[in-house]
C-alpha cells in the first residue's frame, strides 16, 4: 500500500468514526501525515494530547499520548520505576518521562505496504487511549 | 492467517538465512512458539539472550533481547534513569529492568492478521544493532 493510500484509509477510517474533525491537520503532504488532538481523560477536565505521525519514507505509524507532567523533580525517580512496572507488563504501550518532563505513552505500528491495516492501526488508538485513561487515574495519585 | 502458517514462514525465513539452527525451541506446540539464542553483543565479548515468542491468541509477536544483569541494587535508580532516556530516544525497542533485575530491550510486532516473516526477522536485526548501541552506557552504569 503506497504512502497516500495509508493516508487516506486512516483519514476515512477516523471520519468514519466521528474523529476526524477533533483532529487538527498539523501536516499532510507527500512525505509526513501529523495529526493532533486534545482528549479529556478525567472529569477536572484533565486533557491528553494524542498525535498520530505517519512518514512515507518509514515503516514506523507512531501514536504518542502525552497525558501528564512532572510538577515536582523529587518525584522523578518514582514515577519512573512506576513507568518501568508498567513497560514490563504492558506489551502495547512503552511509557517514559521526556526531556520537558511529560509523561509519554507510545505506540509503534510497524507495518509497510500490504502489512500496514489501517482498520488495526486505528483500533489501537483507541486501545491505546483506554488504557491512557486508566493509567492516568493511577499516576495521578502519585504526582 | 493461521497460527500454524505464522509459525512455518518465520521458521522458513530464519533458515532461508541461515539463522535458525542458533536458536533452541523452548517451545513449539498449537499455542506457542518460543525461540532462544544467545548471541555475542557487537565489538564486545559479552553475550545476550534473544527470545522470539509467538503464541496463537494474541495479536502481538514479541522479541526480547535480555542483555545484562543488575547486581548492585544502589544503582538501581540510575539504571531506571538511563533506561527511561533511551526509551524516549528509541523508537522500535522498549527498555525495561524486571522483577528478576534483568536489563531487557523487547520490540512488540503488531498484527493480528497480517505477519509478514521478512519484515519481522529484519527487525530482530534492527532491534539487535539498536540494543548494541545502548550496551556501552548500560555497562557503564554497571560498573561505574
Not at chain 1, 474523529?19 to 498539523?26: M, Q, V
Not at chain 1, 501528564?68 to 523529587?74: M, R
Not at chain 1, 505496504?113 to 491495516?117: C, E
Given at each position: 500500500m503506497d504512502f497516500e493510500k495509508r493516508k487516506f484509509e486512516v483519514m476515512d477510517l477516523l471520519r468514519d468514526a466521528d474523529?476526524?474533525?477533533?483532529?487538527?491537520?498539523?501536516e499532510d503532504d507527500k512525505q509526513a501525515l501529523l495529526l493532533r488532538t486534545y482528549q479529556q481523560i478525567d472529569e477536572s477536565k484533565a486533557h491528553c494530547i494524542i498525535s498520530i505521525i505517519m512518514s512515507n519514507d518509514s515503516a514506523y505509524s507512531l501514536i504518542y499520548y502525552i497525558f501528564?507532567?512532572?510538577?515536582?523533580?523529587?518525584k522523578k525517580a518514582s514515577i519512573i520505576e512506576f513507568l518501568n512496572n508498567l513497560n514490563n507488563n504492558n506489551v502495547l504501550m512503552k511509557y517514559y518521562i521526556d526531556d520537558e518532563n511529560h509523561i509519554v505513552g507510545n505506540i509503534n505500528y510497524i507495518g509497510l505496504?500490504?502489512?500496514?491495516?489501517s482498520s488495526e492501526f486505528v483500533s489501537l488508538m483507541e486501545i491505546g487511549f483506554s488504557e491512557i485513561i486508566d493509567t492516568y487515574a493511577k499516576i495521578n495519585k502519585l504526582i | 492467517m493461521s497460527f500454524f502458517l505464522k509459525k512455518s514462514q518465520l521458521t522458513n525465513e530464519l533458515d532461508n538465512i541461515n539463522f535458525?539452527?542458533?536458536?533452541?525451541?523452548i517451545q513449539d506446540d498449537d499455542n506457542t512458539l518460543f525461540l532462544k539464542t544467545v548471541q555475542k553483543i557487537d565489538n564486545t565479548e559479552d553475550k545476550c539472550v534473544i527470545c522470539l515468542i509467538l503464541e496463537s491468541d494474541r495479536s502481538y509477536s514479541l522479541i526480547n533481547y535480555s542483555i545484562?544483569?543488575?547486581?548492585?541494587?544502589?544503582k538501581k535508580e540510575m539504571m531506571l534513569n538511563l533506561l527511561n532516556k533511551f526509551n524516549s530516544d528509541s523508537l522500535i525497542l522498549k527498555y525495561t529492568l524486571d522483577e528478576d533485575n534483568f536489563i531487557n530491550a523487547s520490540i512488540s510486532y503488531i498484527g493480528a492478521n497480517d505477519f509478514d516473516a521478512e519484515e519481522f526477522v529484519n527487525l530482530i536485526w534492527i532491534g539487535y544493532q539498536g540494543m548494541s548501541r545502548a550496551y556501552p552506557e548500560i555497562m557503564k552504569v554497571l560498573w561505574c
Open positions: 474523529l476526524l474533525e477533533s483532529f487538527d491537520i498539523l501528564a507532567k512532572l510538577a515536582e523533580c523529587d505496504d500490504k502489512n500496514f491495516n | 535458525l539452527h542458533s536458536f533452541d525451541v545484562a544483569k543488575l547486581v548492585n541494587h544502589e
